[in-house]
């Protein structure tokens, strides 16, 4: 593959994420560690500084400078030791005294220095940077001098401090590394958990382009695999369920095809040879035959616009009487077959809203339904209902009914209920399909309810605005 | 009447008959396969009437349709095959003056030819259809026995007029259903006969026609002159 797979972005951006995390945390711990070392150092000088200021405000204020440096050797080499040497006001108060390695450093208003503990920097001026705690000693008011306080503990403690980001350093480098193995093995396996369904989807995919319309997908895994693997199911059943639809359409207009077009050769050649005699009656056989044809013609072309959802509607309103007129036809053949039919028409019905000749359509389609299926003195109506917002149409016959096992295929092209039913007889079996088309091409609803032996209605609503 | 057609369709089985069936009901025929020829011979012979096949090879019909219109009014009817053209007509309004699709009785095409140059020639006398005593006015609607007009429902009519324009000729039941409503057909043939039934009433009333409505048996009916 070309570019790189859905499992490794996701391996490697969990360990970038993961190292990233374990660098910060470090870096923030030592920002800590250093701020925290530093305060210490700076409260324990601050300490420092608290006990010396005054004792050297005091001698200053007394004695000024001089002797300054004996004084504070004495009192700093060794406690007591140097006690009494030399007079003084007061004294040390008891425990005082410098640590070892503490250097105690005094410089006057000229930042020469005029004590130290260490004495290495007497008469010389002070280098001392202000990052050493320092205090300014005042006497009267007037600044006199600047206390230094150098204290070991800073160096110490910065040469522990640095072991300690040392080893802090090297941890965070092996945490980093074995959390990024952790996260490449997680990885992994998310990246896994991720891509074994999308490849199994894949696969799947290239199955049904090939033709293989009942690969299915196992649903299984995370909730969005399991609904992208039920859509995708759902959707090669729809492209199944078309293809076989597709197929049984070519099948079923072959075979309707083949009854009428083997009576014509039959006849043809029946003239041809003289078996059949060439005069009006047959050649008007032959011209009925391909009247029928053409009307199969005809009826699939508007069956295939209805499946395509491509009927273009004419919506106009207009009288119920118009209608009922052109539905004369029915009276005249109802009467013929011996079938006592009936109008049943709500009153207060003046005026329909609807594609008048899909209506029509509609209507002959079932109504020549209902009489193709009830015997001689049988009972068709059709009735229309107004209700809130749309037309109720029904068309009852008290024929033998439909078996319910076959309900639900009724408005299927080219159904049949008997099979032996001939083709003149059962009629093409697209009117049903045609009236559906178009009553929900003009957003209606069209259903059937039936009970065997006692008869069939054909339901249909249209709304009106 | 001698009108000039040009009939331009590319299978050739078609434009056989087509023409000859035109020339048998007195029209002058010019044939083209193609778009290009169809426009060719257009511009040569300044036809009356075009009738046009929407599928065509090279040029198509839409084309040669949109073409002729951009230059006059010719009437034009289109020829098509499949239902969706004719939403497609009806939506464009291209200017075809009819269509018809196929599949198509010839005669049915020369009846629609005579209606289409019937409109463009507003003037012309309408060609009134008499035999013997039976005159019937296509455009008023009205069928006369002498003089005395006869009461008919506008089924009545269609089917007097269909038999009339072909004296003689027999009609079975289920064609005479065909031409007339265009649309219902297994289990109506029978409604024919009430019509037929209806306007034979109807003739004979007036008591001094000539013509009358014969049944065929086992076919359907004609129309002929009495003895």
New interface residues.
């Given amino acids: 593959m070309a570019k790189s797979g859905l499992s490794n972005k996701i391996t490697t951006s969990f360990i970038i994420v993961s190292v990233l995390a374990v660098i910060a945390t470090s870096l923030i711990m030592l920002l800590m560690t250093r701020q925290q070392f530093s305060t210490y150092i700076d409260n324990y000088n601050q300490v420092m500084l608290d006990q010396w200021a005054p004792i050297i405000s005091d001698y200053y204020s007394q004695y000024g400078s001089d002797g300054l440096q004996e004084y504070l050797q004495a009192n700093t080499i060794g406690n007591g030791k140097a006690m009494g040497q030399r007079r003084h006001h007061g004294s040390m108060p008891m425990g005082m005294g410098i640590r070892q390695g503490q250097r105690l450093i005094v410089t006057d208003a000229n930042n020469m220095v005029v004590a130290d503990t260490q004495g290495l920097l007497i008469g010389q001026p002070a280098k001392l940077d202000s990052l050493h705690s320092s205090r300014e000693l005042r006497v009267d008011n007037q600044p006199r001098a600047t206390l230094y306080i150098i204290s070991p503990l800073g160096s110490g403690l910065s040469s522990l401090e640095n072991q300690f980001v040392a080893r802090l350093t090297i941890n965070t480098a092996i945490l980093a590394i074995v959390i990024g193995i952790i996260a490449l093995i997680l990885g992994l396996a998310l990246g896994k958990r991720i891509s074994s369904p999308l490849a199994a989807l894949s696969s799947a995919i290239h199955q049904l382009a090939n033709g293989k319309l009942d690969e299915r997908l196992s649903l299984q895994g995370d909730r969005e695999f399991m609904e992208l693997g039920r859509d995708f199911n759902l959707m090669a059943q729809k492209l199944d369920d078309v293809e076989k639809n597709r197929r049984r359409l070519t099948a079923d207009i072959s075979h309707e095809l083949r009854t009428p077009l083997t009576f014509l050769r039959g006849q043809l050649e029946g003239m041809q040879t003289g078996s059949i005699p060439l005069d009006i009656e047959s050649i008007a056989l032959l011209q009925d035959e391909v009247i029928r044809l053409s009307h199969l013609v005809k009826e699939l072309d508007n069956l295939s616009l209805v499946e395509n959802r491509a009927v273009s509607l004419n919506f106009s309103r207009f009288p119920l009487s118009e209608l009922l007129e052109h539905l004369i036809p029915v009276n005249l053949a109802m009467q013929d077959k011996g079938i006592s039919y009936s109008i049943d028409l709500d009153s207060t019905i003046k005026e329909i809203y609807a594609d008048h000749d899909r209506l029509l359509q509609i209507l002959l389609n079932l109504l020549s339904n209902a009489m193709q299926h009830v015997e001689q003195g049988g009972q068709v109506t059709l009735s229309i209902q107004r209700y809130r917002n749309h037309l109720q149409f029904a068309v009852a016959d008290n024929g033998p009914g439909i078996p319910p096992e076959n309900l639900p295929h009724v408005f299927e092209r080219f159904y049949r209920i008997d099979d032996s039913r001939n083709r003149r007889e059962g009629g093409m079996g697209l009117g049903l399909a045609i009236a559906r088309g178009y009553v929900e091409a003009q957003h209606g609803k069209i259903w059937v309810e039936s009970s065997p032996g006692c008869g069939t209605v054909f339901y249909f609503t249209l709304p009106q605005e | 009447m001698d009108s000039l057609i040009l009939l331009v369709e590319d299978e050739k089985k078609i434009r056989d008959m087509l023409s000859q069936n035109l020339r048998q009901e007195g029209f002058g025929v010019a044939l083209a396969a193609d778009g290009l020829e169809a426009l060719r011979v257009w511009q040569d012979i300044k036809p009356d009437l075009i009738v046009l096949d929407l599928m065509l090879p090279g040029l198509s019909g839409w084309e040669v349709l949109k073409r002729i219109r951009q230059k006059d009014n010719t009437p034009i009817i289109v020829l098509t095959a499949?239902?969706?053209e004719v939403?497609k007509l009806?939506?464009l309004e291209l200017g075809a003056d009819d269509y018809i699709?196929k599949?198509?009785s010839p005669r049915e095409l020369a009846l629609r030819i005579k209606a289409v140059l019937r409109r463009s020639r507003p003037h012309e006398q309408v060609t009134n259809i008499s035999f013997p005593n039976l005159s019937i006015n296509p455009e008023r609607l009205e069928a006369l026995i002498e003089d005395t007009p006869l009461a008919l429902t506008p089924?009545e009519f269609k089917i007097l007029l269909l038999l009339a324009e072909n004296p003689g000729q027999?009609f079975?039941r289920?064609?005479i259903l065909?031409r007339v409503?265009g649309?219902?057909?297994?289990?109506?043939e029978?409604?024919i006969?009430?019509?037929i039934s209806n306007l034979r009433h109807k003739i004979e009333a007036t008591g001094k026609s000539k013509v009358s409505i014969k049944t065929?048996y086992?076919?359907?009916y004609k129309l002929v002159a009495e003895e």
Avoid: C, K, N, Q
């Avoid at chain 2, 649309?183 to 109506?188: L, Q």
């Fill in positions: 499949r239902a969706d939403d009806l939506g699709t599949p198509f089924t027999v079975s289920l064609h065909d409503f649309d219902i057909y297994e289990g109506y029978r409604t006969d009430t019509h065929v086992g076919i359907g």
